[in-house]
C-alpha cells in the first residue's frame, strides 16, 4: 500500500497564497504520476495540476498563470505554489499519485488519494 500525506491547507484572502504539499511513502517501485485535484462545496471533484516523473504538467485552465506544481523524485513528494487565490478556488484538495509496487512486466499501476486539506479563500 502507499500512503500520502498532505499539508499545508488552510485560510487565506483572496489574492493571497498557500503552498501545498504531499508525501508519498510505502511499497513504491516507480512513479508515473502525482498531482492535485480539488472538489470544490457541491461540486464533482476536478483536475488542478499533475506532474510526471519526468517533469511534464498539466494544469486545469481555471488555475493556469497562479498554480505552480513541482515535485521531489528522490522524496516522492509534490507541491503546489498557490498564488493570487480566488474565492473559487475554495475546496478540499485532494493529493494523487500513480505508482508501480515491482518492476514486473507487464507493469501494473495503482492510484492513491490523499485524505484531503482544506483551502478556503475568503473575499
Known amino acids: 500500500q502507499v500512503q500520502l500525506v498532505e499539508s499545508g491547507g488552510g485560510l487565506v484572502q483572496a489574492g493571497g497564497s498557500l503552498r501545498l504539499s504531499c508525501a508519498a511513502s510505502g511499497r513504491i517501485f516507480n512513479v508515473n504520476t502525482m498531482g492535485w485535484y480539488r472538489q470544490p462545496p457541491g461540486k464533482q471533484r476536478e483536475l488542478v495540476a499533475t506532474i510526471t516523473g519526468g517533469g511534464t504538467t498539466d494544469y486545469a485552465d481555471s488555475v493556469k498563470g497562479r498554480f505552480t506544481i513541482s515535485g521531489d523524485n528522490a522524496k516522492n513528494t509534490v507541491y503546489l505554489q498557490m498564488n493570487s487565490l480566488k474565492p473559487e478556488d475554495t475546496a478540499v484538495y485532494y493529493c494523487?499519485?500513480?505508482?508501480?509496487?515491482?518492476?514486473?512486466?507487464?507493469?501494473?499501476?495503482?492510484?492513491?488519494w490523499g485524505q484531503g486539506t482544506q483551502v478556503t479563500v475568503s473575499s
Open positions: 494523487y499519485t500513480r505508482t508501480r509496487r515491482n518492476s514486473g512486466v507487464p507493469a501494473v499501476w495503482y492510484d492513491y
